[in-house]
């Protein structure tokens, strides 16, 4: 695996469970030693830095917010480690509030707000410190439909106005699509194929590659590759030239 995304970037990490995506997330947070290989962040490198000093935020799937703390104390827990004074973590938590639309909300506790609410409290959260790094570990799949688009597109607009670099790991090809400049497709502790959602949809490097994409031209027990398929003249038909049936017992996962 070698990979780097830039400042106000977000890099999506595709793959299916068990592939390695969240493995990946955890040694560049720190939080797992990496058996070989290096981790570097602004031109430093922090293989060997522990996590509470790389300045990197991780954002979960299901929130990992402190249930006895109020949401401005959530908000602002990191500014309260870096002993920074106390009217300050208050100015800087309420403006935090105000932006993700729940300063009303300063006083409550996670467990009474809504699954949306929660998550847009862990946005403000991994922001406030301004991270050199953004995580994002299946941070969205817990949501409905609604609140899973509008907590992308907020989080994708604070990643690009605070020129953060992000890195997304998730198993939706839609989600990886909509909010990655570049997707890597992971598949057994491997980047099989790294580009823009573009270049990857027109060309998939292999079966397996489109499978994860969710493209329509692969199946269980045959593979269409992209230069098989023709257009005719009028756009209307498709013209098949060749099909690659999957070798005996072949199954792809």
């Excluded at 609410?117 to 991270?131: G, V």
């Excluded at 949501?143 to 670099?165: C, G, K, M, W, Y």
């Excluded at 292999?206 to 003249?233: E, K, M, S, V, W």
């Amino acid at each position: 695996i070698s990979l780097t995304v830039s400042a106000g970037e977000t890099l999506a990490v595709l793959g299916r469970s068990g592939c390695g995506k969240s493995t990946l997330l955890k040694i560049i947070a720190g939080i797992v030693k990496p058996d070989s290989g290096e981790v570097w962040l602004d031109g430093q490198d922090i293989t060997a830095v522990p996590p509470e000093k790389r300045n990197v935020s991780l954002m979960f799937q299901d929130y990992a917010l402190f249930p006895h703390l109020t949401a401005q104390e959530n908000v602002g827990f990191g500014l309260k480690m870096r002993r920074l004074p106390k009217a300050e973590i208050e100015a800087q938590t309420m403006q935090a509030l105000r932006d993700i639309g729940l300063e009303n909300e300063a006083r409550r506790k996670p467990g009474s707000l809504s699954g949306g609410e929660q998550q847009r409290l862990a946005l403000a959260r991994a922001l406030i410190i301004k991270p050199s790094l953004l995580l994002l570990d299946e941070a969205f799949s817990s949501l409905d439909t609604h609140l899973r688009h509008h907590l992308r597109t907020l989080t994708a607009e604070r990643i690009r106005s605070q020129n953060i670099p992000a890195i997304l790991v998730t198993h939706s090809a839609e989600e990886a699509c909509t909010m990655a400049d570049t997707i890597a497709i992971m598949h057994e502790g491997r980047i099989l194929q790294h580009g823009t959602p573009e270049t990857l949809i027109r060309r998939p490097v292999n079966a397996q590659a489109a499978l994860l994409l969710g493209l329509a031209n692969t199946g269980d027990t045959r593979y269409i590759p992209q230069h098989a398929i023709r257009f005719d003249p009028n756009g209307t038909a498709v013209r098949i030239s060749e099909t690659i049936p999957l070798a005996e017992g072949t199954r792809l996962t």
